[in-house]
């Protein structure tokens, strides 16, 4: 109730408001790019088809079954929704899938903002040719009348096929907290997204809770455009993120739905991590270890000491840093302001490009310590 009534009092930013405890999840948001890939063989599906328009909904398909993991997993596991480690500036979190059909996949995500917090990750595929890099950050609102917190994402994923010499433009969708009152929050995603390739097709979703479209929770309906501009539809997509979907062909009278995807009879692969010890102390699962421990066993005090521990020794730092007027070093993203087909792909989605983007610097991750 304490919670509540500081929501309901918060001027409308959820860092201004502190969590109680048993709300905090042990988990850091530099860990969330890993739902990106967690299901290798549809991430590079796409690299093998060579029909552009089936190839836009393999893509499509790996788009939608990304997004079970990335808002319900917690759910799943902890019951609902908690509040996510708030990751220090230059925290990394690195890992791989190894599968026998798809070889590796690598992931390597690092915070590299604070204020405003931003996480920028890159996660590829060598053996198929298939590369998503991407950042997000959230501006969060809350809702004293509802109890409703609100969030919108800033940024996007770029996914490059290189064989077809490709990029798709993926827009990040707003959610909101649900379930707040009844002590079970979980996410709900709303409004549109757009989904543009570098080749003209572009898919256009819509999200929605409980009512809108089929009484059923987390449901979406995304179309498929043509290159060719027209207003008509190829493809109609809908049914449930988290469960089952159909497509429509449109451009057949009367087209029966067809099964798309089925999130529960598609497993995800777990991803390999370095053991802790063998970890950076920059790296999320050794510098939280101490806090995720406290949080595990709901140990109060101990996640309030070491967490305070970590704050400090960043704002000493950033005072350093201050001092000797430098700015921190990224490791693995460099922000540059003039991306060509980055341009090409948001002016042929309507989109306003961002200004500044961040870039995954590869070489820099393989000429760095090994990792993985
Ligand atoms: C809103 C959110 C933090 C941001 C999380 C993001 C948007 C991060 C990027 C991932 O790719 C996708 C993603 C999934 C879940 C989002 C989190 C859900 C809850 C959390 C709030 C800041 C915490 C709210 C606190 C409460 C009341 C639920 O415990």
């Known amino acids: ?44 599906a796409p690299s093998m088809i060579v029909d552009p328009e089936e190839r836009a909904l393999a893509v499509y398909r790996w788009f939608i079954a990304t997004l079970k993991g990335q808002y319900t997993s917690r759910n799943e596991k902890l019951g609902s929704e908690k509040k996510p480690l708030n990751p220090f500036l230059g925290e990394c979190f690195f890992g791989k899938w190894v599968t ?89 995603l709303e409004g549109k997204t757009v989904i543009q390739c570098s080749n003209g097709y572009k898919f ?81 699962n050794r510098a939280w270890e101490k806090v995720a421990a406290a949080v595990s066993v709901m140990d109060y005090d101990t996640i309030h000491v070491e967490k305070s521990k970590i704050e400090n020794a960043q704002r000493a730092l950033r005072k350093q840093e201050q001092d000797e007027n430098r700015e921190w070093q990224r490791l693995y993203f460099e922000q540059v302001d003039d991306e060509g087909k980055y341009l090409q792909v948001t002016k042929l989605a309507g989109v306003e490009p961002d200004s500044k983007i961040w870039r995954f610097n590869r070489r820099a991750f393989e000429a760095g310590p090994d990792k993985l």
């Open 1 to 44: 109730m304490t919670f509540l009534k500081s929501l309901a009092s918060s001027k409308g930013d959820i860092a201004s408001i502190t969590a109680p405890p048993f709300i905090l999840s042990s988990t850091s948001l530099t860990e969330f790019s890993k739902f990106w890939s967690e299901q290798p063989d549809l991430f590079v």
């Open 204 to 284: 256009v979703t819509e999200y929605s809770g409980k009512g809108y479209f089929s009484g059923k929770k987390n449901t979406f309906k995304g179309k498929l455009y043509g290159p060719d501009n027209s207003s008509t539809s190829l493809y109609t997509i809908q049914g449930q993120w988290s469960g089952k979907s159909t497509i429509r062909n449109d451009s057949v009278k009367k087209s029966a739905e067809q099964p798309f995807y089925d999130a529960s009879e598609h497993p995800v692969v777990p991803l390999t991590v370095k053991p802790i010890a063998e970890q950076a102390e920059y790296e999320s």
């Open 100 to 188: 026998d059909d798809e070889g590796e996949t690598i992931l390597v995500s690092e915070q590299v903002s604070h204020h405003p917090p931003v996480t920028a990750y890159g996660i590829f595929n060598d053996l198929y040719g298939v590369e998503l890099e991407g950042y997000n950050g959230q501006k969060v609102s809350v809702s004293a009348s509802t109890l409703t917190i609100s969030v919108r994402q800033v940024g996007h994923a770029l996914l490059r096929i290189s064989k077809f010499d490709e990029l798709y433009y993926i827009q990040l969708p707003s959610l909101h907290i649900e379930g707040l009152f009844y002590g079970a929050p979980y996410v709900e």
